[in-house]
């Protein structure tokens, strides 16, 4: 690779095909596709509905997230290709990027060097409208709920006590908390209020958990927006917005087909959160490539603590997915970052602050086999300042549990530099597994959070402050008991202090508030300080963005 070149001039400078010839890959004809433009396209699943799975189902995950990066969804794209390649028919499903980050810390979200998905400059913008559409859902329900207030308020809402909020896809704090509905009796009645990013959104979670739009649009229905003066939940029903929402997400709901750098097929569908939601792409993509393809491979947010957790705990639940395998992506810098050095000394061999990080790592991979029941290979991402004593040092600790490791060099070489990660992962595939849940869902809540709180954090136990202990019991008294449980908690270590890096014990998780997202099909429970409208930093990732006179977008990663 020409380490000068840039991931977006990569991208621009790809020959990719037309989107019906990477449909016709996986047996999709043109009649069901529906084109926007000549490189990507939504699919109609209808005439798949009958159809059943067939796919093994390969979840990458990670280590702890660092400044230093861990190159999951690098990882990811160069993995389905090298399968490709192995002629094993392989489709990628990966979430879309959100407008805010692109424009404030991360720059692009589609991959990286030779391993990404194209056309790179549309996924990261405005892409098919999928979220502009979820936006505009949202924002609908926030508009028919303060409606319903302003015209009689017959369901007795309690105006301190609305939880719904309306988002905007861009970093902006000055939305955080607001007042609105000021100026007199014409302009509503008056409360405080705020906006999400739209990837917080539950609209969002809701969105990705639906199997088709008639159960997207009874979700929407069970979402809770506020509480009534006698403490009672409101939905979306009770304020007939469900329908005009589904409306709104009837094309958004179908999975938008792209391609790699090698032309090979990828769904690039849904984004939400991992910190505050499931972190996942849609169940309908997931589903759809597994009916298509002989191996999926899927990505989740974050850390295996969070994303990993959540897709296995509540989507594969959810959803009868079953994975054959899993791998989980580290870096030797990233280690070194956990061990103690500072991001700017990360490209220094230095074995003691290797081995000190380690334990990061291995705590995650003993996790996915002891927890989970799952085989697993580590996926080092290489960089070239990697030294072969520190690589040496990463297998011989993993092989001492068991598990492989293999070096990755997708970034620089695309799926020719992930051959040996994808001999593993075809080799796990047809390994024995017995795939096992976290926790059950007939546990009390309080339970089901000890449970990740023990077996995955591997925390003394969970602290609940008095308004989550009361929430707890609320929940429960409305029904909502048997539901799984989504951890809200910083990505950047096992307990929700940021700063406890590595592998940290002898703490205790607190749990200081608890909500119901009744449309996605889970319990939040929140710990320690977790932003749903993140903020742009000193020199946001924009002011490297621009246009040329002929359209062509520059400084997009």
Not at 232 to 251: C, F, N, R, Y
Not at 299 to 313: H, S, V, W
Not at 443 to 464: C, M, N, S, T
């Amino acid at each position: 690779m020409d380490e000068h070149k840039s991931d977006i001039q990569i991208a621009q400078e790809a020959r990719m095909l037309p989107i019906s010839e990477v449909a016709a890959k996986v047996g999709l004809d043109e009649g069901m596709l529906e084109f926007y433009g000549r490189t990507k396209a939504k699919v109609d699943i209808h005439a798949l509905a009958q159809k059943p799975r067939r796919g093994k189902l390969v979840l990458v995950t990670a280590i702890n997230p660092t400044p230093a990066g861990e190159g999951k969804t690098t990882t990811s794209v160069g993995l389905a290709d090298a399968l490709n390649s192995m002629g094993k028919q392989t489709m990628l499903c990966l979430r879309e990027p959100s407008l805010g980050p692109v424009f404030g810390i991360k720059g692009g979200a589609a991959g990286g060097g030779y391993a990404q998905v194209v056309p790179m400059e549309d996924i990261n913008l405005h892409f098919t409208g999928d979220f502009h559409a979820i936006g505009a859902a949202n924002n609908l329900c926030a508009a028919m709920l303060d409606n319903h207030i302003k015209q009689g308020n017959a369901l007795c809402i309690d105006p301190r006590r609305i939880v719904w909020k309306r988002v905007v896809d861009m970093n902006d704090r000055q939305l955080r908390q607001v007042v609105d509905g000021l100026g007199g009796v014409a302009n509503g009645m008056p409360h405080e209020d705020g906006f999400d990013i739209t990837v917080a959104s539950e609209v969002m979670a809701a969105f990705c958990m639906a199997s088709d739009l008639m159960d997207l649009r009874d979700r929407l229905g069970r979402m809770v927006v506020a509480y009534t003066y006698d403490r009672e939940p409101v939905t979306v029903s009770d304020i007939h917005a469900q329908g005009a929402m589904a409306a709104l997400l009837k094309d958004a709901i179908k999975p938008n087909l792209v391609q790699t750098l090698e032309g090979n097929p990828a769904f690039v569908h849904g984004g939400p959160f991992a910190n505050i939601a499931h972190g996942c792409n849609s169940v309908e993509a997931t589903d759809t490539a597994l009916k298509l393809a002989d191996y999926v491979v899927t990505e989740a947010g974050f850390g295996a603590d969070l994303g990993a957790e959540k897709f296995l705990d509540i989507v594969c639940r959810a959803q009868g997915f079953s994975p054959d395998a899993v791998v989980l992506v580290a870096t030797v810098r990233a280690l070194k970052y956990n061990g103690g050095v500072a991001k700017d000394a990360l490209t220094e061999e230095n074995l003691s602050a290797l081995e000190a990080g380690l334990p990061n790592l291995l705590r995650h991979v003993s996790n996915i086999k002891d927890v989970w029941g799952l085989p697993v290979v580590v996926a080092i991402n290489a960089f070239p300042t990697d030294t072969p004593a520190e690589l040496e040092l990463v297998e011989r600790k993993c092989q001492e549990l068991g598990v492989n490791v293999a070096l990755s060099e997708v970034w620089a070489k695309g799926g020719e530099g992930g051959q040996a990660l994808a001999e593993e992962v075809a080799r796990l595939c047809e390994a024995p597994k017995e795939f096992r849940y976290a926790y059950e869902l007939d546990q009390p809540l309080k339970a089901k959070i000890e449970a990740i709180a023990r077996k995955v954090y591997h925390a003394d136990g969970v602290d609940f402050e008095p308004k989550a202990a009361r929430m707890l019991k609320q929940l429960e008294e409305q029904g909502f008991g048997g539901l799984p449980i989504c951890m809200a908690k910083t990505q950047y270590s096992f307990s929700d202090d940021a700063k406890r890096l590595g592998a940290p014990e002898g703490f205790r998780i607190t749990v200081r508030d608890v909500r119901v997202s009744a449309g996605a099909g889970f319990v939040v429970a929140l710990t320690g300080s977790i932003m749903t409208m993140p903020g742009l930093p000193r020199v946001p990732a924009a002011e490297k963005i621009d246009v040329t006179p002929d359209g062509r977008i520059v400084g997009l990663f």
